[in-house]
């Protein structure tokens, strides 16, 4: 292994922050992630689990905010709906000169808050 991030958003905070700056979404989210979140009544605990998720790799890969940016590192969902990330840009580079071959997650959110733990492997 050679790195483990993990990180948690508090869903009401997260989306307050959103409401608040409505052009965050685009920002931080990929065409993907917003489509999918769009497809719920409630898309702002999925976005604040891909949020935490791209927070649990800067932590993973051993670096934090403005190290690449937040499309870089895309949560993507397999038929069977196992989260799964891609990278791209910076972070992709990163990674590489890291030695990271593969990276694993896991993403979960309840009422109250979202979690995503990565490994950098």
Do not use: Q, W
């Amino acid at each position: 292994m050679i790195g483990l991030g993990l990180d948690a958003v508090e869903i009401a905070r997260f989306r307050r922050v959103l409401a608040r700056s409505p052009g965050l979404v685009e920002r931080l989210f990929t065409e993907g992630e917003r489509a999918y979140s769009a497809g719920f009544a409630d898309p702002a605990p999925r976005l604040a689990a891909r949020f935490a998720a791209k927070e649990a790799t800067m932590k993973a890969l051993g670096v934090g905010l403005g190290a690449f940016g937040f499309h870089e590192v895309e949560v993507c969902n397999g038929p069977g709906g196992a989260p799964s990330l891609r990278l791209s840009g910076r972070a992709a580079a990163l990674a590489e000169a890291r030695g990271v071959t593969s990276l694993r997650m896991s993403i979960t959110h309840t009422d109250v808050v979202a979690e995503a733990v990565v490994a950098a492997l």
